[in-house]
């Protein structure tokens, strides 16, 4: 399967991106919201097949000692053909070597992370607005 990267929000997008929210599960990305997260996020990667976004990744960073990768999704449909991988990669190398690169995983993708290089941290700590998130992602 031949897709091609770009490495800018495009607001032609807007749908597709919309649909990958949507195709796992992530219903409270309205396209406002959507719109604004990409806009402010400081590193942004889509996957583009037949014209439409099949997956994303997005980052903040300081620039100088820390980043964080956030919403590394790929559509339910395109999953399983190493296209979160290639995405992955691809952010890492546009962040480049600072002194930390952290990440939230959902927990379905623990080893996908881990297989990258990722860490468990000893010292992670988070506050979470919805309960749910809350219940589901911390100890």
Do not use: P
Not at 6 to 23: K, M
Not at 37 to 66: P, Q
Not at 76 to 96: A, C, P, R, S, V
């Amino acid at each position: 399967m031949e897709f091609k990267l770009i490495t800018y929000f495009d607001e032609s997008y807007i749908d597709s991106i919309y649909e990958t929210y949507q195709s796992v599960g992530w219903l409270k990305h309205d396209k406002d919201k959507i719109r604004k997260i990409f806009e402010n996020s400081t590193h942004v990667v889509f996957a583009i097949y037949d014209n439409k976004v099949i997956g994303f990744a997005r980052a903040l960073s300081d620039g100088v000692f820390n980043a964080a990768i956030y919403d590394l999704v790929v559509n339910k449909d395109f999953q399983n053909n190493q296209i979160g991988m290639y995405m992955l990669k691809h952010i890492l190398k546009e962040i480049g070597s600072l002194s930390c690169i952290h990440l939230i995983s959902t927990i379905d993708n623990l080893e996908f992370y881990q297989k990258a290089g990722f860490k468990k941290l000893k010292t992670g700590m988070v506050i979470y607005q919805d309960k749910r998130l809350t219940d589901t992602y911390t100890e």
